[in-house]
């Protein structure tokens, strides 16, 4: 069945460095995905979206791209801190009613 | 914090119990979503409630059930409890349902265990 998926299980980064999460999806229908944080214990919180018409979006320190020919979206944050380390889902939506499909999550773990 | 409020945070049930979680829905938001999510996984959609009525539904069996009420809080309830049921039950609120997709507001989840 089509579904959004992670390339990497755990990425160890260095604090100061960039890190780049990977995400491939199968839909070609979505036309919406986000990236989520979900720290231990607690639920997920929105990081950043994108719509399908565009290929790259910034925000504070974290950038999404989008590349819908090979079907791949990837979370960039910049100059990581410790606070960063949490698992992080990519997720996409295939209607207009907000009904999301998740990815298995990546692990990001900074150290000091 | 994102004004999403669920109870209780933990439980423990027995098999072939029933269970009903809560969730209070962040202020003006109409929409509330509940999702399952086994441990080291990622959420799965349960299905969603907009103006009390079932809106959609994931791929998960009748004893699944739900309630919005017209204040939009909510109530996930599952009857006849299984092992596999073990899970954090997450809610989410949003403002809109039509339109096109928009943020969702997770609360902090309802851990199940079930024994």
């Known amino acids: 069945g089509e579904s959004v998926g992670l390339h990497l299980p755990t990425l160890s980064v260095q604090e100061g460095d960039n890190s780049i999460i990977n995400c491939a999806y199968s839909n070609s229908a979505s036309d919406y995905f986000i990236w989520y944080k979900q720290e231990s214990g607690k639920g997920p919180q929105f990081i950043i979206d994108i719509r399908s018409n565009m290929d790259k979006r910034q925000g504070q320190r974290v950038t999404v791209l989008l590349n819908k020919t090979v079907k791949h979206l990837s979370l960039q944050i910049a100059a990581t801190q410790p606070g960063d380390s949490a698992v992080y889902f990519c997720a996409e939506n295939r209607n207009a009613g907000n009904m999301l499909t998740f990815g298995g999550g990546t692990r990001l773990m900074v150290k000091p | 914090e994102t004004g999403v409020t669920q109870s209780p945070t933990h439980l423990i049930k027995t098999r072939g119990q029933q269970v009903t979680l809560r969730c209070s829905s962040q202020s003006g938001h109409n929409t509330v979503s509940w999702y399952q999510q086994a441990l080291g996984q990622g959420p799965q959609f349960i299905f969603q409630?907009?103006?009390?009525?079932?809106?959609g539904r994931g791929n998960f069996p009748p004893r699944f059930s739900g309630l919005q009420f017209p204040n939009y809080s909510s109530e996930l309830n599952v009857n006849a409890l299984e092992l596999d049921d073990s899970a954090l039950y997450l809610c989410a609120s949003s403002p809109v349902i039509a339109g096109g997709p928009g943020e969702l507001f997770f609360g902090e989840g309802s851990r199940l265990t079930v024994l």
């Open positions: 409630y907009y103006r009390e009525e079932e809106n």
